[in-house]
């Protein structure tokens, strides 16, 4: 499976983005995405998740209300919609896939695939 991320960027503050994961390999529309983010000298962390079916969706605290995962199965492409973004957003994301929400909460280092990342930088 690979995964393209894009879509990031430079924006000020109380702007919006949207990131795109574009997926292709086998089965990889089977399995659970996730957006990742890893800001310097800070640990990688789960930002959201969606299941292979897109009906169930996991946000960590610090982005509820501000950030919309979606899947387009037809299009094998999972999105980030980013909505008042913060300095504190500022971070290399990555887009992952796993075998489902539960895993890719709990077992960061056994997560199947990773792509790329994409910088998203928010001045204040």
């Known amino acids: 499976v690979q995964l393209q991320a894009s879509g990031g960027g430079l924006v000020q503050a109380g702007a919006s983005l949207r990131l795109s994961c574009a997926a292709s390999g086998h089965a990889s529309s089977s399995y659970a995405m996730g957006w990742f983010r890893q800001a310097p000298g800070k640990e990688r962390e789960l930002v959201a998740a969606?299941?292979?079916?897109?009906?169930?969706?996991y946000y960590a605290d610090s982005v509820k209300g501000r950030f919309t995962i979606s899947r387009d199965r037809a299009k094998n492409t999972v999105y980030l919609q980013m909505n008042s973004l913060k300095s504190e957003d500022t971070a290399v994301y990555y887009c992952a896939a796993d075998r489902s929400i539960a895993s890719a909460t709990t077992n960061i280092e056994g997560i199947y695939y990773w792509g790329e990342g994409t910088q998203v930088t928010v001045s204040s």
């Open positions: 969606i299941n292979w079916s897109g009906d169930l969706t």
